[in-house]
């Protein structure tokens, strides 16, 4: 039962959308693990992405090793967040292709699915 929804889901919404925030120093590496992935293929283009400079902000607990920060202490860093789009069907795999490029312990990486791509 629960493929049946996860299938509909994908027949439903096709592609979504990847939010990633990163810091700008990790962002070659994370196009070229994208690229690798297939993510960003939009029609006739491939490698297509967008990125705007935020800041992020966080607080490391007990236990943690923070890429950026101290345990204890609320930290602010400027950082990117990428967008890409990819096949739902392949989510999960561009998932992991980004995590095995990014430096956060726990990275914020959003997946939101898209109703329609290239209106």
Same mark, same amino acid.
Request: charged share 20%.
């Given at each position: 039962?629960i493929?049946?929804?996860?299938?509909?889901?994908m027949?439903e919404?096709p592609?979504c959308?990847?939010?990633i925030f /990163?810091?700008?120093?990790?962002?070659?590496?994370?196009?070229?693990?994208?690229?690798?992935?297939?993510?960003?293929h939009?029609?006739?283009y491939?490698?297509?992405?967008s990125?705007s400079?935020v *800041?992020g902000?966080?607080?490391?607990l007990p236990? *943690?090793?923070?890429y950026?920060?101290c345990?204890g202490?609320?930290?602010?860093?400027?950082?990117?967040?990428?967008?890409? *789009?990819?096949? *739902?069907?392949?989510?999960d795999?561009?998932?992991?292709?980004?995590?095995?490029?990014?430096?956060?312990?726990e990275?914020v990486i959003?997946? /939101?699915?898209?109703?329609?791509?290239?209106?």
């Amino acid at each position: 039962m629960i493929f049946q929804q996860e299938a509909s889901h994908m027949a439903e919404f096709p592609y979504c959308k990847l939010e990633i925030f /990163i810091p700008e120093t990790h962002l070659a590496a994370l196009r070229q693990a994208l690229m690798e992935v297939d993510a960003g293929h939009i029609g006739n283009y491939d490698c297509c992405l967008s990125y705007s400079p935020v *800041t992020g902000c966080w607080r490391p607990l007990p236990g *943690t090793s923070p890429y950026l920060g101290c345990e204890g202490q609320i930290s602010s860093e400027p950082e990117l967040k990428v967008e890409v *789009t990819c096949r *739902t069907e392949r989510v999960d795999e561009t998932i992991a292709a980004v995590k095995r490029v990014h430096p956060y312990e726990e990275p914020v990486i959003n997946a /939101i699915p898209l109703y329609r791509v290239g209106l």
